[in-house]
């Protein structure tokens, strides 16, 4: 070490270091962290109203190289599996919201899902060429953009239990959204290839491969929904419920993702097909939700640990284009369809603010581990980073953008009424 | 403040009122979307008329004045129709039923109207307790007189209607045991219960101008009387009724009343007594009770009897009536539904078959809504 004059008497260390508690044991630096985030996020909530989603996000974070370096997303690796079925709870539970048939009762819903999804690409698109970015990888990060997360709407609405038209369609949006950048993801290839220019020689595969997909997971989540309602009938027992719904939502996925097909698509499909088949016997949240409860916070310190803030310097007008231009896309798109379709102004705004939240680990549950990006070779660096830089920004802010449009400015959240001891 | 004179309308006009639940299509609890149903119907192009109730899952529809049961029937298809499609698009469904059977009245919220709001501090918690669902049936009278005769004769029959209309045997997800449960609610009301005995619209005139000094009321809305006056209808209106699973037991029970109004002021079989009312509670809690199956006081022979038997003999009595107002069918079909039984007791059967209370409310919108 060079001689630097400091006194010798002074310690060459600091007197404290983190404890590295991912060298010693993964578990054991997950757990504490969890321990850590329960009371710091309910302090949070108290003190400034911040959702405790956001709470377990920051905690994660906090914990992440960029904070304390407590934990390494690498240490996750080993939770992948609870961290999907974590995910696939929600994506279910998601699926069995929804009521197809609502938008062939209003067509002009439907008509808006696609607008908001198809504008909000088109101006990400548009934002990341106009800036230099190369077409192709704007495309994609455009399509990926276009989608918000399931999985920050889902818990959210669990927090905050709206009920009205821009939670209903929250919940629509996103997950139609998702699917299509799910679609995108898949296409991506192809979408590759047409740049090198070899397009004509595999695009019949790809798009063979992409119809397989989308069928192939219809089709798995059709069958899982309908042996869920088998199973709960041969059971009958109430009580069974929640280890049916969660041995199905793993097996599930599990299939999906061994079968090279969709599990944000089976696990939708499968919630819907349960829901119509099982009418009022199938209750998800009460059961899933409780006893999801820690899956949850688990998820979301993930989703803390794993934002990737990296080159942010570099990628700041790219990031900001990216958000600005996707708030644009969306506002634009439930604006312009939001009377026809039932919506009032004020209702609009709610509903934009709330599909703010842009997420991709619902849409990547297929990923073998968190490190996604390298999936998609060919992928822009600069672009990538800028996608995740947004993504995790818009992530971390997803639970506030939520509780602005679905309490703030749209009033469907009934507000706790204080208890009287 | 005086009350305002009673306006003159043709004699047996009639106009229906249902409060009608609003339900969310997932769990089938009661949501509170009347503002985006309310937008959705603004310019609908029925006579009808569509408007918000006291709590945020409720509305209220109106027919326009009738004079026969085939139009009246027809103006409710279309608003069902009319009202089910704006639903629909919303992702909302509508039941009928006097009482929601799970929903918490804590987690009803005030429609934000000035009216609403008054009535919402002035009765506390009574007022979100007051998430009930009702049949209004009015009846066009000459005059203010005629209009507090016909009231007060008609406060005998008053178990009828509540015996034949009653929906609600559930309240918070518990069978009360009553066929309509709705009542008890209304009854909480101070300014419940029936109507002074005055025979002339210059005496109630001098009531109203009493409890107006009281600064107790404010205006003949703030009675919750079964039967009342509204002079500016130039109707009398008949409160006591759930609202029924579909629209033509609606339309049936307004020209069974109809055609019971014409017997009544055409035969004059008996002129109405204070003493009328020396069995009228009685008489109303056993029909809320029991259904059909109550036991009423005659308040004139003393002697007791079936309510299912004593509406028997109305609808004989009446039946040349209702046979000149067109409205033979309706009478039929409330014959029918004394053999059927109630909505209440379709409601029970449905439970007792094993249905949990979400899959029970559902059936009884999908009846509602004609699916």
Known sequence: MPETGTPHILPQAPWFTWPDLHQLDPVLGLAAVMLIAVVAASALHRLFKLPRLAGYMLVGLFASPMGMGLLQPADLDGWKPIIDLAIAALVFELGSRLRPRWLIDNPWLAASCVLEGLLAALAVGAALVALGAPLLSAVLAAMVAASTSPVIAMATVHELRPRGQVGERLLMMCALNSMLAMLALKLWPLLSLAGQGTLANDALTWVASALFVVCGSFLLGLLCGWVLDRAARLSQQRASAPVLQIALVMLAATLASNLGLSPLLTLLVAGMTARALMGHRLTVEPYLGSAGAALTVLLFISLGVLFDFDGAREVWPWVLALVGARLLGKGLGVALLARPSGLGWRQA????????????????????????????????????????????????????????????????????????? | MSLEAFTVSEPLTMGVELELQLLDTLDFDLTPRAQDLLRALDKHPGAWDVKPEITRSMIEIGTSIQREHAALRDELHDLCRQLSRGARKLNIAIGGGGTHAFQHWSEQQIYPTERFHYISELYGYLAKQFTVFGQHVHIGVPNGDDALWLL????????????????????????????????????????????????????FGEYFQKMTSTGVVQSMKDFYWDIRPKPEFGTIELR???????????????????????????????????????????????ACRFGLDGEIVDPKTKQRQKLRDDIIRTLARVAEH??????????????????????????????????????LVEAASARWMMK
């Open chain 1, 349 to 421: 705004l709610g509903l934009t603010l709330a599909l703010q939240p842009m997420g991709s680990l619902a849409v990547l549950l297929v990923a073998h581990n968190f490190h996604w990006a390298e999936q998609l070779p060919g992928f822009d660096a600069g672009v990538m980073q800028a996608l995740l830089v947004a993504g995790a920004l818009m992530q971390l802010s997803g639970p506030l953008w939520l509780n602005l449009g679905l309490r703030r400015v749209a009033g469907e959240c009934r507000e706790e009424m204080p208890r009287v001891a």
């Open chain 2, 240 to 286: 006591v009724c759930d609202t029924p699973l579909t629209v033509d037991k609606a339309a049936a029970l307004a020209c069974y009343l109809q055609s019971l109004c014409r017997y009544l002021r055409e035969e004059r079989p008996f002129e109405p007594a204070e003493d009328d009312y020396l069995v009228y509670t009685y008489n109303r809690f056993q």
């Open chain 2, 152 to 203: 007060h004769a008609l406060s005998r029959y008053v178990p009828h209607f509540i015996a034949l209309s009653a929906s609600s045997p559930f309240v918070q997800g518990v069978d009360t045991g009553f066929h309509s449960a709705r009542l008890n609610s209304v009854f909480a009301f101070p300014l419940s219960g029936r109507a002074p005995f005055v025979l002339s619209w210059d005496e």
């Open chain 2, 322 to 359: 209702a046979l000149d107002l067109r409205s033979l069918d309706a009478n039929n079909q409330i014959r029918d539904s004394l053999f059927d039984g109630n909505d209440a007791r379709w409601l029970r059967a449905l439970r007792q078959g094993g249905a949990p209370l979400p899959a």
